[in-house]
């Protein structure tokens, strides 16, 4: 695949969404505005598979075909995170990546105190997920889930490594966003943990897409059920577009079971108010729960039958670019001196 669809695939996106901003500007919501946004709705699905790399395909597909999908549908109704009156840039940015724009502005001087923080926090991650690259060299001598748990590991600060990259984009851009990851490893809940820390942009879709109408409808434990699987079935396209290979079903069983979780939960805390765990045992419980489910059913359709050796090799090969690059700038550096 040729490497300029790394520029191509993400300028493609933006136009699109460029071109949506100019139909519903004109077009009210309904039926109408859905007609006029389903070429773009349809390019979405499309652009992932035009991505080079085994990553990015899956980032691609995480970002367009998913969220990027489901803000059009809202858009499509009124509703949603977009608005055809926002600028052009916020609009594009907030249409084709995994962010949300903050109601308020963000304090100056607020922003300026954390910005250290997700700096720090990002080298750190960095620093991880290199370490874990060398660790994987002697994966064959490692239990299968031991392994998991490190790709486990990789993800997260992968993604919080990215988002509070875009983020910082976007404050560049004089945007303000809100954070889409809270410390996830301190959830007390299941509900804590997909509601309120993991993913939340994610949930700020699912939320008005699918929850909100079948709640109103159908109660609220339907409306849990079926925002985790239709969870679960996003997941499973995400796979297809990075493995090729037809859904297992594991990662829907993974997401329905989340949400069964989560209903009784729910049902415990209703039946039982003031049985509330301390935090010092509720967290452990849900980090065990969430890790133990996912090597379960949630890594395996994404790491096994090899692809784990493909995504070592593409990371290897991408951070020794990164490395090129930097004592390339490096000699430059030396040079210009």
Known sequence: MPHHSVVTVPLAAAFAMLYARFVTTFVGPGLSRLLFLAPVLTLLFILPFAAPLYSTRGTAAFFLAWLGEFKLLLLASGRGPLDPALHPVPFVFTATL???????????????????????????????????????????????????????????????????????LGRALGMGLEPQFDKP???????????????????????????????????????????????????????????????????????????????????CARRWPNARLPRVVATPL??????????????PPLFGDGMDDRFIAEFNALLASLVDAGGRLLRLAGIAR
Request: hydrophobic share 55%; net charge positive; glycine share 4%.
């Open 286 to 299: 849900v980090v065990l729960f969430v890790l133990s489910t996912a090597l379960w059913l949630f890594f």
């Open 98 to 168: 995994p962010v949300k724009l903050l109601r308020h502005s963000p304090d100056a001087a607020a922003v300026a105190e954390k910005d250290s923080l997700p700096l720090l926090s990002s080298s750190i991650k960095v620093a991880i997920m290199v370490a874990l690259l060398q660790v994987f060299h002697g994966k064959d001598q490692m239990h299968p889930y031991a392994t998991f748990a490190l790709y486990g590991i990789v993800i997260y600060c992968f993604l919080d490594f990215l988002l509070p990259c875009l983020a910082a």
């Open 185 to 267: 490893y301190l959830s007390t809940s299941l509900q804590d943990f997909w509601g309120r820390r993991w993913n939340l942009m994610a949930s700020a879709v699912l939320r008005p897409a699918v929850y909100i109408p079948v709640r109103a409808r159908l109660g609220a434990p339907a409306g849990v059920l079926a925002t985790f699987l239709v969870s679960g079935l996003m997941h499973e396209v995400i796979a297809y577009y990075i493995t090729f290979q037809l859904p297992t079903g594991q990662l829907t069983a993974f997401f329905l079971l989340h949400g069964a979780s989560m209903c009784a939960e729910r049902w």
